[in-house]
């Protein structure tokens, strides 16, 4: 993944830095599932009908709420820009724009195949930041768990709260095991895959 740079800015880097590390640690996580998967997480991308240019990248953390706006180039990603911290429709707009002008006329540099600016930025940072370092890894698999499984009961068309009556649990043990499976034991996990859905199964076994 590559983070679109101008005039010798890193607005991509910037903004992460900026972040506190367990807000950085859960964006890093989305955007390296993705570069490590051959399917989208559709809970966090979103692209509109009309703009097939662009796609949205939304991340919650603790209630907070996080944008970034990232385009296919190739077989790659690139991140153009991040964080518009504001709740009005005109600056959202403004920042897409700015956005699919970008994607429209990106011309990589010639350094383009060899670098990657995520493994770059997150081994940086873990060096830098003990908090961000943390548990990193393991938080990613348990992260990646629960977004296989999200994503293969939404592809069944089934919500949590059917999942959790075919268990026997609250639909917020289902919410707590997708969004960070932590919390994920070995039976629950066998019991989500068998009770329901032979699909799931194969994700999980592929």
Known sequence: ????????????KEFLDALPSK???KISWVLRL?????????????????????????????????WLLAFAYQDDWVLCNADF?????????????????????????????????LHKYIKKRKKQNDGFDKNFEEGYLHFKIGAILRQARQEAKLTQAEIADKLG??????????NHAEELSLDL??????????????????
Do not use: G
């Open 1 to 12: 993944m590559k983070f679109c740079k101008s005039d010798n800015q890193n607005p991509v």
């Open 23 to 25: 807000d950085a640690q």
């Open 34 to 66: 993705v570069e490590e998967s051959d399917w989208l997480p559709v809970q966090y991308f979103f692209q509109e009908e009309e703009d097939r240019e662009l796609w949205e990248i939304r991340i919650t953390v603790d209630f907070k709420n996080y």
């Open 85 to 117: 911290s504001t709740t009005t429709q005109k600056a959202f707009q403004n920042e897409k724009a700015e956005a699919r002008k970008v994607a429209k006329n990106y011309k990589p540099p010639f350094w383009f195949l060899s670098q990657n600016d």
């Open 169 to 178: 649990l609250s639909s917020t043990v289902i919410s707590r095991v997708e």
């Open 189 to 206: 996990l066998q019991d989500y895959v068998h009770t329901w859905s032979k699909k799931l199964n194969n994700v999980l076994t592929a």
